[in-house]
């Protein structure tokens, strides 16, 4: 199971949004609406921000918004700031009922 | 509150093997999935396997089956990860997670394999 493809890195300024994508195949990102979402600061485990490709838990800030399309997910920040600089990694289900994670992207905000 | 709480820092050799454990609290322990997902130094997530907790089912990515085993006492809460033949590219810190969106992290376990 090859990792999902994101784009190494993405950046913007305070105040813009970014969109950050997730592309897979039809056996996992576009097969299934179980994609998620994490972000990661250095040093830390990965925080949840959007599940089954557009659901916020509680407590995540609706700057976050997910989407998908086929067989791209898509996560946007909205309102860019500083805290926002960080790695984020997609995830999806498979048809192999196993799981597997994008690449990762780095997020500076310049 | 939710927490997993894993095992310390593991260094071991080539071709040794390595148990880590995740101690669950906050929530009925029977009721989620756990997993297992690792980072190596400066790389990014890679999914190893999980197991459904109240049935012991238990589910491997292709890349670790073989030499990956993970395991659960319900009477500890407690779920865990035993990799064997370790080599040098099993460097990484090992995270335990909780159910099919990984709501929940442990705080990490660097195993270290060194000669």
Known sequence: ?110 | QVQLVQSGAEVTEPGASVKVSCKASGYTFSGYDIYWVRQAPGQGLEWMGGINVGNGNTGYSAKFRGRVTITRDTSASTAYMELTSLRSEDTAVYYCARQRYFDFWGQGTLVTVSS
């Open chain 1, 1 to 110: 199971q090859s990792a999902l493809t994101q784009p190494a890195s993405v950046s913007g300024s305070p105040g813009q949004s970014i969109t950050i994508s997730c592309t897979g195949t039809s056996s996992d990102v576009g097969g299934y609406n179980y994609v998620t979402w994490h972000q990661q600061h250095p040093g830390q485990a990965p925080k949840l921000l959007i599940y089954d490709v557009n659901n916020r838990p509680s407590g995540v800030s609706n700057r976050f918004s997910g989407s998908k399309s086929g067989n791209t997910a898509s996560l946007t920040i909205s309102g860019l700031q500083a805290e926002d600089e960080a790695d984020y990694y997609c995830s999806s289900y498979t048809s192999s009922n196993t799981y597997v994670f994008g690449i990762g992207t780095k997020v500076t905000v310049l």
